[in-house]
């Protein structure tokens, strides 16, 4: 049954989970100040619903570990530049929302004392509670989990209502929308639906994580102006992978 919170809002504390290709140009690559912003801009309005924000951000535009692997690096080597990579994300983000006075924290998994919080559960809870935003870089902390698992992780220590994927396109389809023209969108599936039939939403031990723990996850696109806000108010947007 759903709940609807006194300010009309279904989450009060939700983890959005971006892709590193999200702060990237358009070929993909590096970091774009005007893409930065623009998620800054969008994740001011969500703090301005007084909805508290932690943020877990991938590296795809800077470093891929799977590509130093297929050229013969050693794996876990190539996890942790992938890990560094991110908190170069998380303080592109930082900047971009303090520069519109979005009181902003970075916590790292990887301990990195001159730029980011070591990542401290009760630290970044209490964060959470008074109102600033939490952009947490270095993956978990290990080698061979991905950000994706990172995201439910973080979602689960920090008592959110809810993990929120940010896609380019408007949820989960039962195949590629952009090569199958008939292709289905799923408003709600559930997890163990979502693992049986292999379907993009997150890696598999992302996905067995959430349902262990029984947090909802939301796809949908962020580059919709209207998606995020409505999602919060309970509007039915993306899909909903949940039991």
Partial sequence: METTLSNGLKYRRILLKLS??????????????NCVRDIARRIKQVREMNVDVAVVIGAGNLWRGRVGQNSGMDPATADYMGMLATVMNALALMDALESMNVVTRVQSAIEMHSVAEPYIRRRAIRHLEKGRVVILGGGTGNPYFTTDTAAALRATELKCDVLIKATKVDGVYDSDPKKNPN????????????????????????????????????VLNLWDETALIRALKGEPVGTLVSE
């Fill in 20 to 33: 590193g290709e999200a702060l990237a140009q358009e070929n993909g690559f590096g970091i774009d100040p």
């Fill in 183 to 218: 292709a289905r969108r799923f408003e709600h599936i559930t997890y163990m639906d979502a693992l049986k039939q292999r379907l993009e939403v997150m890696d598999s031990t992302a996905l067995s994580l959430c349902m262990d723990n029984k947090m909802p996850i939301l």
